[in-house]
């Protein structure tokens, strides 16, 4: 079994796998666990970021609003199923307002790094790049500069400094609904200046992951190496599909790939997957998991309109890549 290096929660959302059930990760049956109309004033809940905090959790959740604007909010749970999300977006303090100027956000990432809980986001900053911010306590938000220039997406950083840098992956793109997209990783002695840009992996073939790749949820330390959740996208007849499957990475130079899934983990089947403002999306932005029992419950967005949660073991995972893989 593989050692995980996280943190112990005994109370992290679970289900166990239904009966019958071969598949390596499976569906919560009472999905989709966060409904679009949560908040007064949402048109839609998704691609949302959820940690432990103090003892229960708490997140960065995207809220498109009902004029179909993209901004963020807080939220806290007692129990990782039950949500109270915030009626305002986030309003970040920063110590210059230029950088607060406000044209979107969306699809936040959410990880402890050290002392605070740091947040990365797609800004609309004359086009998409990272945002990041802090927070201690998801009352109070602070923005610091963006990650990169313009035009970028997918923003997650590691839970740790790597060989003395903090480490982030993040997908160049450009203005649109980008029609390509490839992994890099990119490296910060401060979280401001970036650099030492090295590509991990692209697009793959002709089936689910085939026109482009993003990083996912916080990836996820293990003995065996860096589990990353990604997802994937196939340009089918009828648009884009957005499924997600999972890579390892190399411990001390994760942009060296152990392993990467031939097959996926989860693909857009149920009806509120499949059927939404963007059909056809399984898009995962957040994970939890149990150092003790290696429980890993991932959050993602379906169709772009609500939030779904998926279970699995990492031990499943990892055994499942040494079988259903191929090298990058």
Same mark, same amino acid.
């Given at each position: 079994?593989?050692?995980?290096?996280?943190?112990?929660?005994?109370?992290?959302?679970?289900?166990?796998?239904?009966?019958?059930?071969?598949?390596?990760?499976?569906?919560?049956?009472?999905?989709?666990?966060?409904?679009?109309?949560?908040?007064?004033?949402?048109?839609?809940?998704?691609?949302?970021?959820?940690?432990?905090?103090?003892?229960?959790?708490?997140?960065?959740?995207?809220?498109?609003?009902?004029?179909?604007?993209?901004?963020?909010?807080?939220?806290?749970?007692?129990?990782?199923?039950?949500?109270?999300?915030?009626?305002?977006?986030?309003?970040?303090?920063?110590?210059?307002?230029?950088?607060?100027?406000?044209?979107?956000?969306?699809?936040?990432?959410?990880?402890? !790094? *050290?002392?605070? =809980?740091?947040?990365?986001?797609? /800004? &609309?900053?004359?086009? @998409?790049?990272?945002?990041? %911010?802090?927070?201690?306590?998801?009352?109070?938000?602070?923005? !610091? *500069?963006?990650? =990169?220039?313009?035009?970028?997406? /997918? &923003?997650?950083?590691? @839970?740790?400094?790597?060989? %003395?840098?903090?480490?982030?992956?993040?997908?160049?793109?450009?203005?649109?609904?980008?029609?390509?997209?490839?992994?890099?990783?990119?490296?910060?002695?401060?979280?401001?200046?970036? %650099?030492?840009?090295?590509?991990?992996?692209?697009?793959?073939?002709?089936?689910?992951?085939?026109?482009?790749?993003?990083?996912?949820?916080?990836?996820?330390?293990?003995?065996?190496?860096?589990?990353?959740?990604?997802?994937?996208?196939?340009?089918?007849?009828?648009?884009?599909?957005?499924?997600?499957?999972?890579?390892?990475?190399?411990?001390?130079?994760?942009?060296?790939?152990?392993?990467?899934?031939?097959?996926?983990?989860?693909?857009?089947?149920?009806?509120?997957?499949?059927?939404?403002?963007?059909?056809?999306?399984?898009?995962?932005?957040?994970?939890?998991?149990?150092?003790?029992?290696?429980?890993?419950?991932?959050?993602?967005?379906?169709?772009?309109?609500?939030?779904?949660?998926?279970?699995?073991?990492?031990?499943?995972?990892?055994?499942?890549?040494?079988?259903?893989?191929?090298?990058?």
């Amino acid at each position: 079994m593989a050692r995980i290096i996280g943190e112990s929660i005994p109370n992290i959302p679970w289900q166990d796998r239904p009966a019958g059930c071969q598949d390596v990760m499976w569906r919560y049956d009472k999905n989709p666990v966060i409904k679009r109309d949560l908040i007064r004033v949402s048109n839609s809940i998704f691609n949302s970021a959820v940690v432990t905090y103090e003892g229960k959790f708490a997140g960065v959740f995207r809220c498109d609003n009902r004029a179909r604007e993209m901004n963020i909010f807080a939220g806290r749970s007692d129990d990782g199923y039950n949500w109270v999300i915030d009626e305002e977006p986030i309003e970040f303090q920063a110590v210059d307002e230029a950088i607060t100027k406000l044209d979107y956000r969306y699809d936040p990432r959410v990880v402890w !790094i *050290e002392d605070r =809980y740091w947040v990365s986001w797609c /800004n &609309g900053y004359h086009g @998409p790049t990272i945002g990041m %911010g802090y927070t201690n306590d998801f009352k109070t938000f602070y923005q !610091i *500069e963006n990650a =990169y220039l313009p035009y970028n997406r /997918n &923003g997650v950083l590691f @839970p740790r400094k790597i060989g %003395g840098n903090y480490l982030m992956l993040s997908r160049p793109s450009d203005t649109g609904h980008t029609p390509f997209g490839d992994i890099f990783i990119s490296q910060s002695p401060d979280m401001i200046y970036w %650099g030492k840009h090295r590509f991990v992996f692209g697009a793959y073939g002709d089936g689910w992951q085939s026109k482009k790749v993003g990083a996912g949820p916080i990836p996820i330390e293990t003995s065996e190496g860096w589990l990353m959740i990604y997802h994937g996208v196939l340009n089918s007849c009828n648009g884009f599909v957005y499924s997600f499957g999972a890579a390892l990475l190399d411990l001390d130079e994760p942009w060296k790939v152990i392993r990467r899934s031939r097959d996926y983990l989860i693909a857009p089947w149920m009806n509120y997957e499949c059927v939404g403002d963007v059909p056809n999306v399984t898009f995962p932005c957040a994970a939890l998991v149990d150092q003790d029992t290696g429980r890993l419950a991932v959050y993602y967005g379906c169709a772009d309109t609500v939030t779904g949660l998926a279970f699995a073991y990492v031990d499943d995972i990892l055994a499942w890549l040494e079988t259903h893989s191929y090298e990058s």
